[in-house]
């Protein structure tokens, strides 16, 4: 069956560095992948999407890969900041049809002042 | 609307008992979804539209959930004879029309079956 990987465990740096978000996935051929910001009790924000052929996409202090050889991507945040802090979801989405998307358990971020 | 609206944001109904949930998604957004989210855990797809047709509604867990969008705007999701299990925070997104993009999601309502 279908599943996604991120890590279930906090993540906690200090500020300045760079924090960095695995989200893995097995049995599955996405065409894009989405990267949600989500803070407690609200709902799922959107940051960026990157697309089976594509490698990078950047975004202000956001950088994200898309290997679709290891079934993985990357999440970059750099020069992190204490208002980063909050869980980060990735959803695949399997066709260009819409964004019927099937999301990680999320990784929640604490950075440090 | 300025964002995606759900209503009510929370909802306590006795076992045995039906609820309806309502979204009311962004102006002018063609498609809508519906997920379910567990405590600590991603949102999990449950069904969508384009205007008022129901898409897909695979991620329906069986016959006791339901949805419509007669207008091709507001949807409602309905559960009868909610179970314990139901329990969980129900959320709403839009986007534009066949395209792949940013969802925008609701605040939820947060369904506790007791």
């Known amino acids: 069956s279908q599943k996604i990987e991120q890590n279930s465990e906090a993540l906690n740096i200090q500020e300045g560095k760079t924090a960095t978000l695995t989200c893995n996935y097995t049995n599955y051929s996405p065409a894009y992948l989405q990267w949600y910001r989500q803070d407690p009790g609200r709902g799922p924000v959107f940051l960026l999407l990157?697309?089976?052929?594509?490698k990078e996409k950047r975004k202000e202090r956001l950088k994200v890969t898309f290997d679709t050889t290891l079934k993985q991507s990357l999440f970059h945040i750099t020069a992190s900041q204490p208002a980063d802090s909050a869980t980060y979801l990735c959803?695949?989405?399997?066709?260009?049809?819409?964004?019927?998307?099937?999301f990680g358990g999320g990784t929640r971020l604490m950075v440090k002042p | 609307g300025a964002g995606v609206s759900q209503s009510p944001r929370y909802k306590v109904t006795k076992r045995g008992q039906d609820v309806a949930l309502r979204c009311d998604p962004i102006s002018g957004h063609v498609s809508l979804y519906w997920y379910r989210q567990a405590l600590g855990q991603g949102p999990e797809f449950l069904t969508y539209f384009n205007y008022e047709a129901q898409q897909d509604k695979s991620g329906l867990p069986n016959d006791r959930f339901s949805a419509e969008r007669p207008e091709g705007s507001i949807s409602t999701l309905t559960i009868q004879r909610t179970e314990q299990r139901d329990s969980a925070m129900y959320r709403c997104?839009?986007?534009?029309?066949?395209?792949?993009?940013?969802?925008?999601f609701g605040q939820g309502t947060r369904l506790t079956v007791v």
């Open positions: 990157i697309r089976e052929n594509e």
């Open positions: 997104a839009s986007s534009r029309q066949g395209r792949v993009g940013e969802a925008f």
């Open positions: 959803a695949l989405g399997a066709s260009n049809a819409g964004n019927m998307l099937t």
